[in-house]
């Protein structure tokens, strides 16, 4: 499989001179196309920056982020990848509908097209009937629905996820876990999941990207075979444990 | 980066929703007004006895009757609605001028740290004087009708929205600039549809607050320096002991400025502000 965006010893780092603090250092790897990758770290692993650089807001130090089937090449073209984040963050003031359709209405599409890819959406995340509705009436969980909604809007080749379910409690957790892999699987989209929550990469991912703290560096790259739908089972829990060993 | 995880949203119109939490625990919007009616029933009939018994100077202080004549008075010869219509377009031409002065100028302060620089500092040491102070010389400059009152009123207003406009901005969360990028939104883009919407909150409570501002102004700039105006009524009746006349126009101003305060919450609430959830309607 061809590699869909790949991180070419990307370093990033503070201040300069003696006072250089590296938050990450040597990145050095690829996602496949339509591949599910979780990047595990404990807090101060440089998550946060890696999603940064990743969206294009901040440049890397060293090294260069490539994507090779972009037409501009390099990254920085947010077009390709959209970001779902730990709170939905969506805008408050703006519906249901209008937030999802924000990322086509920016770039200019006309209303009919926005109309129908709402209901396309909505109706992938389940939440038919709310287009209406304005966030604050909405569980948190619906929110990162339409969160993800709106990601997907403008047809991202990457949706980048930022510990998406931390905010949420448990059970409303593991149902969005469930709820993801199926829109994983049924949009084909290269997912990059960040987390710090092994048994929850365990769940979702191809691969995890194992990542190591304060500077982030990859520490392993595991693959996970376990076919989908995965329950939590005794081979989940194996390779938590498994990884829980290892970190 | 921290701060793309923990997320504080900025709600700084809750003060407005919480004013009448108290009322709705008590059963409903109406018997919220009935007992804070009571209190004024209550006085009244006070006021009445006093005035009925002798027991104040009724050159000083009249009885509900003879103010009630002298509404009545006041309303029927146009007199009054010639007063309340001067002040009242004097508070609105002031707020209005303040409005677009201000709002543009608190955004440009809080986006570019240039302007700020050089603007803010003049804006803390002139913000404190009372705008009344620059009567004399808006009379001196502009002469003794409306344009120096005009200008008073700005003076007033401005200063009240400028500082809620920076303040809004500067609690507005970042994260959904960078979610707009992230979503294709340009610069001008993020201006219109997501940083002026998101301290929207904020200019309308500096509004409220505004107007408020507006009705001290204006009340004191009439009886200082105008032949209309409430304030005008309310000097002039007094100088010739028409205490009645001069408890009417109270009366007018206190029941405008609350009508005036009313329609700003309510049009906040139901058209800007309605995406703001009222308890108990979060769905699960």
């Known amino acids: 499989m061809n590699d869909i965006i790949r991180l070419d010893g990307v370093s990033h780092c503070y201040g300069s001179g003696a006072d250089k603090q590296f938050t990450l250092q040597d990145l050095e790897f690829g996602v496949a196309e339509g591949e599910f990758v979780c990047i595990l770290g404990p807090s101060g692993c440089g998550k946060s920056t890696l999603l940064n650089l990743l969206v294009g807001f901040i440049e890397p130090t060293d090294g260069q982020i490539v994507m090779p089937a972009s037409s501009q090449g390099v990254v920085n073209s947010f077009a390709d990848i959209k970001v779902v984040m730990q709170h939905a963050n969506l805008f408050p003031w703006l519906t249901v509908r209008k937030n999802v359709e924000f990322g086509l209405r920016m770039r200019g599409d006309d209303k009919a097209h926005c109309e129908a890819r709402v209901s396309e959406l909505l109706d992938l995340v389940g939440l038919q009937g709310t287009e209406n509705k304005y966030p604050t009436h909405l569980s948190g969980g619906m929110q990162q629905r339409v969160a993800i909604a709106r990601a997907l809007a403008p047809d991202p080749k990457i949706l980048l996820m930022d510990e998406p379910f931390g905010a949420l409690d448990a059970q409303m957790r593991r149902r969005m876990q469930s709820e993801i892999v199926r829109i994983w699987q049924v949009t084909g989209k290269t997912i990059i999941f960040v987390t710090h929550d092994i048994s929850e990469s365990v769940l979702l991912a191809d691969r995890i990207v194992v990542l190591t703290s304060s500077p982030g560096r990859v520490k392993d790259i595991v693959p996970i075979d376990i076919p989908h739908p995965r329950e939590r089972d005794r081979t989940v829990y194996d390779r938590v444990f498994e990884l829980e060993q290892m970190l | ?284």
């Open chain 2, 1 to 284: 980066m921290k701060n793309t995880t923990q997320i504080v949203q900025p709600e700084p119109s809750e003060n407005t929703t919480r004013q009448n939490a108290p009322g709705k625990a008590q059963g409903g919007v109406i018997g919220h007004w009935l007992y804070g009616g009571s209190t004024i029933v209550f006085l009244v009939i006070a006021w009445y006895l006093a005035a009925r018994f002798e027991m104040i100077n009724r050159t000083l202080m009249p009885s509900p009757s003879e103010v009630w004549y002298a509404f009545v008075e006041l309303s029927g010869n146009g007199e009054l609605v010639e007063h309340v219509n001067a002040s009242m377009y004097r508070i609105i031409a002031g707020l209005i001028l303040g409005f677009v002065t201000a709002v543009p100028m608190g955004l440009l302060i809080a986006r570019n740290r240039w302007v700020k620089a050089f603007l803010e500092p003049l804006i803390e040491i002139i913000r404190p004087i009372p705008a009344l102070a620059f009567l004399p010389l808006a009379i001196l400059w502009f002469g003794i009708g409306e344009p120096s009152k005009l200008f008073i009123m700005w003076f007033g207003t401005f200063f009240v929205i400028i500082v809620s406009v920076i303040e809004g901005v500067y609690n507005f969360d970042v994260v959904y600039i960078k979610v707009a990028k992230n979503l294709n939104a340009s610069e001008r883009q993020i201006f219109y549809r997501v940083l002026l919407p998101g301290i929207l909150p904020f200019i309308l409570e500096g509004n409220r607050q505004a107007v408020a501002t507006a009705f001290r102004v204006v009340v004191s700039a009439e009886m200082i320096a105008a032949q209309t105006g409430l304030g005008f009524l309310i000097m002039n009746s007094a100088i010739f002991y028409q205490t009645d006349r001069v408890i009417v126009g109270i009366i007018v101003l206190a029941v405008l400025g609350m009508l005036c305060d009313r329609f700003l919450i309510i049009l906040t609430r139901k058209v800007f502000l309605k995406y703001k959830a009222e308890p108990g309607e979060i769905a699960v």
